[in-house]
């Protein structure tokens, strides 16, 4: 294996600050999924032998250059996150409903969404941008909700409608 094809695939997870995909990463360092399997092995061996703070893991989700879990104390330690009761219960309906209308959230959690959402977008745990399909704004949450809170995936909430073609459905397969 090619060290400086192992470089090139560490400094592409850091600078992309999430998990990637084999043909994503392939992609990126211009080479095969094969080369991008060798230098990946090489970096997970290549970190666990010099005892960093870093590692590179296997996630559902693709690769990630990611801090040790040991560390993830000094995170909270180091970059707390101050959010109020409720900027804090708005972001879980965010990230909940991910992605969610702003006017609907504000149905949802009340009129104090509009000192929340600035504040979320301040802190980069909620990405807003204008709906092209109504006057209201598009929340969703960012990469760094997901490592800050260290969420890889959220469940889905269902609707009704789905909620009941589910219960449809567990009780036709139970019969």
Not at 29 to 39: H, I, N
Not at 108 to 121: A, C, D, I, K
């Amino acid at each position: 294996m090619n060290t400086a094809t192992a470089t090139k695939i560490e400094a592409i997870l850091y600078l992309k600050g999430k998990p990637l995909l084999l043909g994503e990463i392939a992609e990126y360092a211009a080479c095969d999924r094969a080369t991008v399997e060798e230098g990946i092995i090489e970096l997970i061996d290549s970190y666990a032998r010099r005892d960093s703070a870093l590692e590179v893991i296997e996630t559902p989700a693709g690769y990630s250059l990611q801090l040790r879990s040991d560390f993830h104390d000094l995170v909270q330690t180091l970059i707390p996150v101050e959010l109020g009761l409720g900027a804090l219960r708005t972001l879980a309906a965010i990230a909940l409903n991910n992605p969610i209308l702003q006017s609907d959230l504000i149905d949802l959690r009340g009129s104090g969404v509009y000192q929340h959402v600035p504040e979320l977008v301040e802190l980069g745990f909620v990405r807003k941008r204008r709906d092209n399909e109504s006057r209201s704004y598009s929340l969703q949450v960012t990469p760094k909700f997901h490592q800050y809170f260290q969420i890889e995936q959220l469940p889905q909430i269902l609707s009704n409608n789905q909620k009941e073609e589910q219960l449809e459905l567990d009780l036709t397969l139970q019969e």
